[in-house]
């Protein structure tokens, strides 16, 4: 418990970033997400694959400069959406190339940086259209509060009543108990939200507790099934109690996304 509160701690300075929002939120994102996909490289290493992290960080650098002059011309981002249809097919070309012309020919090499890229930099990336979408960040608050929320309760309530094991190929230690702790928890804190900062929307705020810490729970699982292949614990240690920057924030992958889509095709349709 101790270490959940000191990396918890670690993580307030970022709150500023959230607060003032635009170019300040985007250099703090392109440097949590190539953090992240640093740590995905090694990862794969350790299984004798090998990531391309120049090629990745460059990719996700292009989708960078494009949000930068989102933000710079203030335009929505539907008057952007050729520039990331570009992005992507850069990305898969990118990968697609990377089997030709190295030495090995690994078939392994382009989809792995595909994988990094997309998983990690583009889905950490919609913290930045959310900020573009609501300016003040309110609903960024209800993707950290679902995914962070989610992992909190989740394991408060594990260690106090979890018996049924959720999914132990995966991971162990969590359990049915605590998988609808962290639910109910991720409902609660999006609700009082809503009362308190957005009480005309309290009830989409509450959907959005539900849905995101659902996907947050898929995420961590997900990324457990990648540290379960590569035969590794952590992605790193940076974060003490968490481990590196993917451990941290491998729920907030999925929450951003979930956010960001309920918001556009729900609440600001």
Not at 13 to 27: D, E, H, K, T, Y
Not at 79 to 103: D, E, P, Q
Request: one cysteine or more.
């Amino acid at each position: 418990m101790k270490t959940r509160v000191v990396s918890a701690l670690l993580m307030v300075p970022l709150a500023a970033f959230v607060f003032f929002g635009g170019i300040p939120l985007l250099l703090m994102a392109f440097g949590i997400g190539a953090m992240a996909m640093s740590e995905f490289a090694e990862g794969f290493t350790k299984i004798g694959v090998k990531s391309y992290k120049l090629v990745g960080l460059l990719c996700l650098s292009l989708l960078y400069v494009i949000y930068g002059h989102m933000l710079w011309s203030g335009m929505p981002v539907s008057h952007y959406a050729a520039y990331l249809m570009f992005w992507f097919f850069i990305v898969i070309a990118s990968g697609l190339l990377l089997m030709l012309f190295t030495k090995d020919h690994n078939i392994a090499n382009g989809p792995i940086i595909m994988l990094s890229v997309f998983y990690i930099g583009f889905l950490s990336s919609h913290v930045v259209l959310i900020d573009h979408l609501d300016q003040d960040g309110t609903l960024i608050w209800l993707a950290l509060l679902t995914a962070f929320g989610t992992d909190t309760f989740a394991y408060l309530i594990g260690v106090r009543f979890g018996k049924r094991k959720l999914c132990p190929a995966l991971s162990p230690k969590k359990t049915m108990e605590g998988a609808l702790g962290g639910l109910a928890g991720s409902v609660l804190l999006c609700t009082s939200f809503g009362l308190l900062i957005m009480p005309d929307i309290v009830i989409h705020c509450a959907l959005i507790g539900l849905l995101g810490s659902l996907f947050a729970q898929m995420g961590d699982l997900v990324a457990s099934a990648f540290k379960r292949k590569m035969g590794i614990k952590d992605y790193g240690n940076l974060i003490p109690g968490h481990g590196g920057v993917l451990d941290r924030f491998d729920s907030i992958l999925f929450t951003l996304p979930v956010v960001y889509y309920y918001a556009t095709l729900i609440i600001f349709r």
